[in-house]
């Protein structure tokens, strides 16, 4: 199982930018998707994660400005992120737990989100 995110990049504050991340291999099912993010010299932190059953759960430094969602397919997830502060520069992270003969979490490999302000 492979996580492909895409997106990322520099943006100016109040800005925005669309994160996609694309599980493929042979997968089963996934139980949840989700996106984590590294700033430099801090611990990896939980931005947001969404249930196959469309739950999601928003850390409280981005709720109202970020917005989680998974694709019909329930094999990519989207993180839409307004309002762009500086202090959400960071590597953002796609995580998901799969199905595939066992259930195993995985991550992808970062992408870069810049804020300038």
């Known amino acids: 199982v492979q996580l492909q995110a895409s997106g990322g990049g520099l943006v100016q504050a109040g800005g925005f930018q669309r994160l996609s991340c694309a599980a493929s291999?042979?997968?089963?099912?996934?139980?949840?998707m989700g996106w984590y993010r590294q700033a430099p010299g801090k611990e990896r932190e939980l931005v947001a994660t969404?249930?196959?059953?469309?739950?999601?759960t928003y850390a409280d430094s981005v709720k109202g400005r970020f917005s989680i969602s998974m694709g019909n397919g329930k094999k990519t997830v989207y993180l839409q992120m307004d309002s762009l502060q500086p202090g959400d520069t960071a590597v953002y992270y796609c995580?998901?737990?799969?199905?595939?003969?066992?259930?195993?979490?995985?991550w992808g490999r970062g992408t870069q989100v810049t804020v300038s302000s």
């Open positions: 969404i249930t196959s059953g469309g739950v999601t």
């Open positions: 995580n998901a737990e799969v199905i595939t003969r066992i259930t195993r979490n995985y």
């Open positions: 291999g042979s997968i089963f099912r996934t139980n949840y």
